[in-house]
């Protein structure tokens, strides 16, 4: 089945720098991909939505500037906590939507990236 | 905006016992997914239904979508410990096929 590898797993990192975190769909093509955040138990929070070329779009509430989205390719999505705090520490997660077809077998996600800022 | 309501939040069980889960949406759904999430996972796609009505078995475990295409319910017999974990429902609608997921279930089985 469709398979998504997402990277780092878990990351620290201070105050105040950013981190890139890597979703790539490793046996199909991903159009369009979504990241979500998920608070220790508790649901999944829809982010963003990532198209491929062109500009993500943002749920009401997400900054833009703060969660910066690129997907630069049918495989390769990405998103950078810029500027981290602690308050940005979570669970990141990506899912994707196989291309050309209806989606009849659920979205795929990611194994998700622990984030700590401290 | 759309909400996607799911209770209980939390069930205890002992082994063997049936479990259910459901779910409220606030508008109507093209379709309706469930997922299951261990405790330190990410979400593992279970099934998804689209027709009103619809009902799927796997094994144990029953899925329904109302007729109105609204709400949604997750069954299941006997449980086993291996059951543990969280369940969700995610409802599928807006632009891109976007997922509104449920506060999901947390169900833990006792032996």
């Known amino acids: 089945g469709a398979v998504v590898s997402q990277h780092p797993s878990w990351v620290i990192c201070k105050s105040g720098t950013s981190v890139k975190i890597e979703c790539r769909s490793l046996d199909f093509q991903a159009t369009t991909m979504f990241w979500y955040r998920q608070f220790p138990k508790q649901s999944l929070m829809l982010m963003a939505t990532?198209?491929?070329?062109?500009?993500?779009?943002?749920e009401q509430g997400v900054e833009k500037d703060k969660f910066l989205i690129n997907h630069a390719s049918l495989t390769l999505s990405t998103l950078t906590v810029t500027s981290a705090h602690p308050e940005d520490s979570s669970f990141y997660i990506c899912s994707a939507r196989a291309r050309d077809r209806e989606s009849n077998y659920g979205y795929t996600f990611g194994s998700g990236t622990r984030l700590t800022v401290v | 905006g759309q909400q996607v309501m799911q209770i209980p939040q939390y069930q205890h069980v002992q082994e063997g016992e049936d479990f259910t889960t459901y779910c409220n949406s606030s508008?109507?759904?093209?379709?309706i997914q469930w997922y299951k999430q261990r405790p330190g996972g990410h979400p593992v796609f279970l099934i998804q239904?689209?027709?009103?009505?619809e009902v799927k078995k796997q094994k144990r475990l029953t899925f329904q979508f109302g007729e109105a295409k609204k709400n949604s319910s997750l069954h299941i017999t006997a449980t086993q410990t291996t059951d543990v974990g969280t369940y969700f429902c995610a409802g599928g609608a807006g632009g891109y096929n976007k997922l509104i997921f449920g506060a999901g279930t947390r169900l833990a089985v006792h032996p």
């Open positions: 508008t109507t759904l093209s379709n």
């Open positions: 239904l689209v027709k009103s009505g």
């Open positions: 990532s198209n491929e070329g062109s500009k993500a779009t943002y």
